[in-house]
């Protein structure tokens, strides 16, 4: 097993850690670029933009160049991204610029890590390899307020550094993978079929859409519990700041880390389908919790509710966009998955900034956050319910890389 998951594991952290590396350093941030919730807002739209929008493209990519070329160009693109701000690293437009282009680098070796687990696990190893894949992801969220808060006045400039150190460390792990990995040749015309034909059929799929937005309120709400929680929980103590709250958030985010890890022991008494469902239905109804209460105690425990349910249903969603489309589309069908997901997710992070900049409260947005994620759930729930029943869920994506 181990085979199977160690390359997927490291690159899923290193891109975890891009994705976070601002957040736990939110008023140093603000501070840099004399801006409030609204300009730190924009900020980290920058990253989470690239890492929706290269979702499909990145797909593409990996399934016609083959994912080990794929993998080398974000990480050269992870390195120029955390290297250039020292240029001039309070100039807010250059920095958002290479937060863009550090998303570019996030979103494909995020999806490398899922192309390499579909093609090294074996059928029945499939779901625990992608739990554990997207848990790895997760960790490596977690990791900076673990990290940056403890490195002084300018930790920001790790923020940097870090990711740049990581991403070249992944560089040379790479060269131990197995030949089939690093020789992987780009698919066949006829085997991939016509580029048009596969964005047909992964852009007219209605399961694949409901997917996505369920995928989007499940990673989302772990993305923006990294993002605001610090900052809501300041709000609520009502005594401090976002910052003295990291290391209780990092816990937060190391409860999603094991739900995903997890969330396939599950598979033993419930559905991918049931798992998926009762996920997002509960996260709707806990949204509207943290929204409502003021105690930050119960705030906490919330969040860390929020997270393992946002992480359970991982490998569960990953499987089901697997059993929709033939194995060829695997990557492309994954990769438009997720990028409706992390639209859900920029549009999430934005409301949430912006609604707290002017209203002093991020109440009302959570509130409105959970009552959406209700109204998903009933539109969506016998759409995701039908899914089960078609073919072999874990067959697809095992197959994947023998195109």
């Known amino acids: 097993m181990f085979s199977i998951i160690w390359f997927p594991a490291i690159i899923s952290i290193s891109a975890g850690y891009f994705f976070m590396s601002v957040a736990p350093l939110a008023t140093q941030f603000m501070a840099l670029f004399g801006v409030g919730y609204a300009g730190l807002s924009l900020f980290l739209s920058g990253l989470l933009w690239a890492h929706s929008l290269v979702q499909l493209p990145a797909g593409l990519i990996l399934d016609k160049i083959g994912v080990y070329r794929g993998f080398l160009l974000a990480i050269f693109i992870a390195i120029i991204a955390n290297i250039l701000p020292f240029l001039a690293p309070d100039n807010l437009g250059l920095a958002t610029g290479l937060r863009f282009m550090a998303g ?7 999806l490398a890590g899922v192309k390499v687990t579909g093609m090294l696990a074996p059928p029945e190893k499939i779901t625990q390899a992608q739990g554990i894949q997207g848990a790895s992801f997760c960790l490596g969220t977690m990791l900076p307020f673990m990290t940056l808060p403890y490195l002084g006045s300018e930790a920001w400039r790790f ?12 560089t040379v792990l790479s060269l131990f993978l197995p030949v089939r990995v690093r ?13 048009m034909t596969a964005l047909k059929t992964v852009s007219t799929s209605v399961p694949i859409w ?19 929680l610090p900052s809501i929980l300041a709000d609520m103590d009502g005594k401090s700041t976002a910052m003295a709250w990291s290391l209780a958030t990092g816990f937060v985010l190391l409860t999603g880390t094991l739900g995903r890890a997890c969330g396939s022991v599950l598979l033993r008494w419930f559905s991918r389908s049931w798992i998926t469902n009762t996920a997002v239905l509960a996260i709707g109804i806990l949204y509207i919790a943290l929204g409502l209460t003021g105690n930050v105690c119960t705030g906490l425990a919330v969040g860390i509710l929020l997270a393992i349910l946002g992480g359970i249903n991982y490998g569960s969603i990953f499987s089901l966009t697997g059993n929709v489309v033939s194995p060829a589309y695997l990557a492309t069908a994954a990769g438009f ?19 707290r900049e002017y209203t002093g409260s991020f109440g009302m947005a959570l509130c409105a956050t959970g009552f959406f994620a209700l109204l998903v759930w009933l539109a969506g729930r016998k759409i995701i319910g039908a899914l089960s029943h078609i073919g072999n869920i874990p067959a697809s994506p095992a197959s994947a890389g023998k195109h």
């Open 183 to 195: 020789k992987n040749s780009p698919a066949s015309s006829n085997t991939l079929g016509n580029l």
């Open 210 to 228: 409901a997917l996505g937005i369920f995928h989007g309120l499940s990673y989302g709400t772990l993305n923006n519990l990294g993002q605001w």
């Open 337 to 355: 998955m997720n990028m409706i997901a992390n639209i859900a997710n920029v549009v999430l992070t934005l409301v949430l900034g912006t609604v």
């Open 159 to 170: 923020s940097y550094l870090i990711p740049a150190i990581l991403a070249i460390s992944a």
């Open 104 to 110: 570019l680098s996030s979103g494909t070796l995020f």
